[in-house]
Structure formats: structure tokens, C-alpha cells
């Protein structure tokens, strides 16, 4: 088993504990020894509270990175966000004068960043770790028919130089892992934009996930796989918001991918969380298990051929008379 410390930040545990469920019932089935961070807080915010005070947003993610580097892990997190602050701030921590102040800060609680574990989004971790051809080998109820339109959102992706997931313009991982356990995966033509959850103002996000969702329905998907809590709240019960605003019949279900690895490693659906969605991916219960292959017929045993009499000494001559 490979061990690795786990962050699994506050939006997933605190409104999605479905999607850190689905985690904890994937990653031992395919290797992965979870290590928790008990003391770990929020990561924090990558867009907010950056940008009310960065050297406290950085010195709050160095904290975090010191209780992996503790153990002597490497980290992976379940949430782009997430995965976006603590990269950032090992990549800003490479500099050796930030390094000191945030230092200086962190001695007052006893810690020290070092720099010595690497950061990795989930999805990474199957990748380069795993391997797809271990993924799709764990499944049990492959889902065969299906389209999965995907949805990369922004922060897994971008900026590449300090997220290192994939090519920003033309990933693959995704679509990698959902043909794995057996769907089709599906690009359409607005994948690479915003959710816009993190939009000042409220028409902007909502003309994006119009723009988007029009995408996806117009490729009669599925399901909408996505990796990301926030992308997810906004096309759950926001889908239907702006459904309803813009006279759509929008209702794609958006499903967060560990939830579909779990189910196609054979979760049972109704632990999987989906009865709390808006759009729930009715499409799934009637998934077959796979058929066991038939166990080889064992090879014939060779009859044991009948003993060969002896034949009998030739009898002797008579003594010739003298």
C-alpha cells in the first residue's frame, strides 16, 4: 500500500460528506493507505481570503503543509481548490525570503515549513500512481452506455506552471478515467468555461452556466462529470435556477467522479449520496454487474494406463541325451 496524507479541506466533509465517503471506499481498493491530518483547518480560500491578505492566506497553507511534512508524506486533496492554495504556496515558497517571513510567523506556533512533500490533486494520484489500467481492472459494474460530458473547471487546470495536472488546452486525464470504468467520455464545446461561482456579479455566472449547460444538453449527456465541490453546487441546484431564468429544460445530473468509481466498484447507490441532489443520476440503478468469467475447465487427467504382464521366461530346453 502506498501511504499518503489526505486534506480533505472543509467544503467536501462540512456540505459534501458523500464525495469524501466514495473517497475513503475507492482509494483502499486500489492500493492507497489514507493517512488523515487531524489538525489540518481550511486551506485556505484561494480567491477571497488571498486577496485580503496574502502573506495570512500563505502562512495559514505553509501550516497545513508542515503537519504532511511531519510525517514525511506527500499530500492529496480532493478539492481543485484546495489543490490550487497549497501548490501555489509551495511554488511561492520555493522563494527564500517569503520563506523567512512566513517562517517567522509559523515559529510562534512551534512549526516550520521546510518544502520537503509535494502537493497532488486526486486525480494525479490515479494517474501517475494507480494507473488506469488498475482503475478500470477494479471495476465490477462498468458504465457501459452512458455519456459523461466532462467539466474540468477552472483551478485543477490553471495556471499549468504551478498546478501541473495536465495540458490546459487539451487534458486528457479525465476523459482517461471515465472511459476506465466504462463511460463515454463526451467534450462538448463549452468544457473549458468557468462555473462562475467566484463572478462579482450575478449575471456573468449565470450567462457562463447558460452558455455551458446549453453545451452539454445539446450532446443529450448523461450524466455531467466533474472533480470539483464548487463546480458541483453550481450545476446541481443552480442548474435549475437558471433553467427556470432562462426557460431551458436543463437536467443533466452533475456527479462529482469519485461518487461514479465507487459506484462502478460496486457501492451500492443508496450510500452513495445521490437521494440529496436536485438532478439525481436516475441512469445508473439500472446498471448490471459485470458476469463473472466462467473459472477454466480443469484439464483431463490422463487415464493411468493397465500394468503390462510380464511375459514368461521361455521355458528350458530338455538336456540332450548322451
Avoid at 509551495?90 to 520537503?116: F, P, S
Avoid at 445521490?274 to 483431463?300: I, S, V, Y
Wanted: charged share 20%; aromatic share 8%; with cysteine.
Amino acid at each position: 500500500m502506498k501511504r499518503l496524507a489526505f486534506f480533505p479541506g472543509c467544503l467536501i466533509p462540512a456540505r459534501y460528506p458523500a464525495m469524501e465517503f466514495a473517497i475513503r471506499q475507492v482509494m483502499p481498493r486500489l492500493g492507497i493507505d489514507i493517512v488523515d491530518l487531524p489538525e489540518a483547518s481550511c486551506c485556505p480560500d484561494p480567491i477571497y481570503f488571498k486577496s485580503k491578505d496574502k502573506l495570512s492566506w500563505l502562512c495559514v497553507a505553509a501550516r497545513n503543509l508542515t503537519l504532511a511534512e511531519d510525517r514525511g508524506l506527500d499530500v492529496f486533496t480532493n478539492c481543485s481548490g484546495c489543490t490550487a492554495t497549497l501548490s501555489e504556496a509551495y511554488h511561492l515558497l520555493k522563494d527564500e525570503e517569503l520563506r523567512a517571513q512566513v517562517n517567522a510567523r509559523l515559529a510562534r506556533i512551534g512549526r516550520e515549513y521546510r518544502g520537503t512533500i509535494r502537493v497532488r490533486h486526486i486525480v494525479t494520484i490515479l494517474r501517475d500512481v494507480v494507473g488506469y489500467d488498475a482503475v478500470q481492472q477494479s471495476v465490477v459494474r462498468p458504465l457501459a452506455g452512458l455519456r459523461l460530458a466532462i467539466h474540468y473547471g477552472c483551478h485543477l487546470l490553471k495556471p499549468s506552471r504551478i498546478m501541473q495536472v495536465d495540458d490546459p488546452n487539451n487534458p486528457e486525464v479525465m476523459e482517461n478515467l471515465v472511459a476506465a470504468i466504462g463511460g463515454e467520455p463526451v467534450r462538448h464545446r463549452n468544457w473549458y468555461l468557468c462555473c462562475g461561482k467566484a463572478c462579482q456579479r450575478e449575471e456573468v455566472p449565470a450567462e457562463m452556466m447558460h452558455d455551458l449547460l446549453a453545451s452539454v444538453h445539446s450532446e443529450h449527456a448523461d450524466i455531467l462529470c466533474l472533480i470539483c465541490p464548487t463546480c458541483f453546487g453550481q450545476f446541481d441546484y443552480g442548474q435549475h435556477k437558471v433553467a427556470q431564468q432562462y426557460g431551458e429544460g436543463f437536467s443533466t445530473p452533475a456527479v462529482y467522479f469519485f461518487q461514479l468509481l465507487a459506484f462502478a466498484q460496486g457501492v451500492p447507490y443508496e450510500k452513495l449520496g445521490f437521494e440529496t441532489q436536485r438532478f439525481k443520476p436516475e441512469c445508473l440503478r439500472d446498471l448490471p454487474f459485470m458476469e463473472p468469467e466462467p473459472e477454466p475447465a480443469p484439464a483431463p487427467v490422463a487415464a493411468e494406463a493397465a500394468p503390462v504382464a510380464a511375459e514368461p521366461a521361455p521355458a528350458e530346453a530338455p538336456p540332450s541325451p548322451s
